[in-house]
């Protein structure tokens, strides 16, 4: 089995050709492993979203999908290496220019390019750190220095005004529109055309050589046009002749969301037949600012018969597969159909995660849910975590769309997957973790729930256990119950307060193992219904004690066996987590640690999912006799 840093490191080099030395030390920096290429700022999708416009259209068929050898992604930053000297010129005509004596601007407004080594730097002059795309070549790279300059010459000589070549050191300061008189109209640009739809080509541009990993690939031209909803993207991917043109693995990487873009396949868009193959894809429901656009895929075989054997496919980490399809191995297209495990006899498990209210936990019980759905899934299982938030609904995001001077555009079009949840990240092995948000009734929570048993061994539903959430309502579409708390130690004394002679003395008063765990049990489980719903267990994080404050092993074995008493029995105590701060989103499971480490939280969660499975599901009354 391949090791989970080696897995992750080889779908990133799949998917933009760097060196797999190289990625393996970015891949290290990262905090999460959700998301194995970066996204990048406003500003970088933007330039990103232009250039791929100016080099869509190659004029010559190359080895590489655009010409383009490899990009090395960041969230500021895409360095760009093409395999010709020759196909970097397409760039530069993204480039200001204007006629002389005219005031019309051609090409991307405000764009500064400069030569730093053997590259070409483009950026916006007012916003040159906020983005930059470095263009450079694998042959003939020390002469990119005399093809801007050429390129420069060439305008000049067509009384053309070069307008790249200002420092912006030399600019004024921008304007601040406080509003009041009316402005005089401005003339639209490309950037305008770019702007709603940046983050699709974006994505496209950053995975770049995902397309010649698919079988038989000959060449790829890229087209945009505009739309009421945004921007829409044409590619037209050809094929060599006696490759069949329709390809499962292709809208497999597509839809994958932790190394693909993680786009939305249409299943009534496709149309396939002898001539052509057309799939349309577009971004989720969950993703609405910078992807407004539909992606429209046409594979068509190459016009000129090739006397070149075709490629073979080439195997996609992404999606588990382990050698070439051409050798005999055939590939696991779709993840989805994997996360089941061989034996089938074993029934699936749907368990509700809890946590106290007002506390800590509850404001990062997802992050709890899914780092033990990662646990359980580097176990080898197929893990579904739920989350139920009232902002998932459509309704609710579009108020989160709207701008200060109006309503948006209308709504780009949305396409409903099959399948509702979506990959949370790369598992080595058998094992699958899958994440899902969602909106709705009790009824529709429960219905997703039961689908979900079919695909999956385990499903974790999330809720916030507070007034605005179903709280833990939801039990009858669960088999079972449990609640996780941030706190691990139990009081062994209390410090009391007395007056003596008119001054408060503190006092130290021990307590029996029975009444500790009564104490904890009233100050920690606020707002479980442990009076109605039966509990399975207590899972709690680990802290280190305070100086001076060490428990006694014996006192607590025996406070959780009086909470086991009462029906709350300690399934496990999890590792100290590194500390992260509230509000920030929580990384999956041990990304960034060593294999210690792992294997200490995973053995920490097994006993988990052991008494979670050994459970017994029952039908709980409600709560209310006459409901």
Not at 355 to 376: E, H, N, V, Y
Not at 407 to 435: C, Q, Y
Not at 472 to 483: A, G, L, Q, T
Not at 545 to 565: C, I, K, N, W, Y
């Amino acid at each position: 089995m391949m090791l989970i840093e080696e897995q992750v490191a080889t779908a990133r080099q799949q998917m933009t050709g760097e060196s797999l030395r190289a990625v393996r030390l970015r891949v290290k920096e990262l905090p999460s492993w959700r998301s194995l290429v970066p996204s990048g700022t406003d500003i970088q999708l933007l330039l990103e979203s232009i250039l791929l416009q100016y080099i869509g259209n190659t004029q010559r068929a190359n080895r590489f999908p655009l010409g383009i050898a490899e990009v090395v992604p960041a969230s500021s930053r895409l360095d760009i290496r093409f395999e010709h000297f020759s196909l970097v010129r397409p760039a530069l005509e993204m480039l200001p220019y204007r006629e002389r004596g005219q005031r019309t601007v051609h090409g991307t407004p405000g764009l500064w390019a400069r030569v730093v080594g053997n590259s070409i730097e483009i950026a916006f002059a007012r916003h040159p750190a906020a983005g930059a795309i470095a263009l450079t070549a694998l042959d003939r790279s020390d002469e990119v220095e005399g093809l801007l300059f050429a390129y420069e010459a060439s305008l000049s000589a067509q009384r053309r005004v070069p307008l790249w070549t200002v420092d912006p050191n030399t600019l004024p300061a921008e304007k601040l529109h406080t509003g009041g008189r009316r402005r005089k109209p401005q003339p639209r640009t490309i950037i305008d055309d770019h702007r709603p739809a940046v983050a699709l080509p974006s994505a496209l541009l950053r995975r770049i050589r995902l397309w010649d990993r698919l079988a038989g690939h000959t060449d790829l031209q890229v087209s945009a046009a505009t739309a009421d909803h945004g921007l829409d993207w044409h590619v037209v991917r050809k094929v060599h002749q006696s490759v069949p043109l329709h390809d499962d693995r292709l809208a497999a990487i597509l839809s994958d969301p932790v190394a693909g873009p993680g786009l939305v396949t249409d299943g009534e868009g496709h149309c396939c037949d002898d001539c052509r193959c057309v799939m349309e894809f577009t971004a989720p429901a969950d993703r609405m600012s910078g992807w407004r656009g539909v992606l429209r895929v046409e594979t068509v075989a190459a016009s000129v018969p090739l006397r070149l054997a075709p490629r073979r496919p080439r195997h996609f980490t992404a999606l588990d597969e382990t050698a070439f399809p051409s050798h005999g191995c055939p590939p696991r297209n779709s993840p989805v159909a994997r996360t089941r495990r061989a034996d089938e006899s074993v029934a699936s498990r749907s368990t509700q995660l809890l946590a106290p209210r007002f506390s800590r936990c509850q404001w990062d019980l997802t992050g709890m849910a899914t780092k033990i759905g990662a646990a359980w899934a580097l176990d080898g299982c197929a893990v579904l975590v739920v989350t139920h938030s009232l902002d998932a609904g459509r309704e609710v995001r579009r108020l989160y769309e709207h701008d200060v001077f109006g309503w948006s555009t209308p709504d780009r079009p949305t396409l409903v997957p099959p399948l509702p949840w979506r990959r949370g990240r790369l598992v080595p092995g058998s094992g699958a973790l899958f994440t899902h948000t969602m909106s709705g009734s009790r009824a529709d929570v429960g219905a997703l729930l039961q689908q979900a048993r079919a695909h999956f061994d385990w499903v974790i539903f999330v809720d916030c256990n507070d007034d605005l959430g179903m709280g833990p309502y939801i039990e009858r579409s669960v088999d079972s119950h449990f609640v996780i708390v941030d706190s691990s130690w139990y009081p062994e004394s209390f410090v009391t307060a007395q007056a003596r002679n008119g001054v408060a003395e503190h006092r130290e008063v021990a307590v029996t193992p029975a009444a500790s765990a009564m104490a904890w049990r009233q100050q920690h489980l606020t707002g479980i219904p442990l009076d109605r719903v039966p509990i399975s267990g207590l899972v709690l994080r680990q802290h280190s004690p305070r100086a001076g404050s060490a428990p006694s092993p014996d006192f607590t074995a025996q406070v959780d066996a009086e909470l086991a008493r009462f029906g709350i029995p300690v399934l496990s105590r999890l590792p100290e987590d590194p500390e992260v701060a509230l509000g920030d989103v929580s990384p999956t499971v041990l990304d960034a640690v060593d294999d210690a480490s792992r294997a200490e939280y995973v053995k920490a969660c097994t006993p988990i999912r052991l008494a979670l499975r050994a459970a017994e599901p029952c039908l709980i009354p409600p709560a209310d006799p006459w409901s």
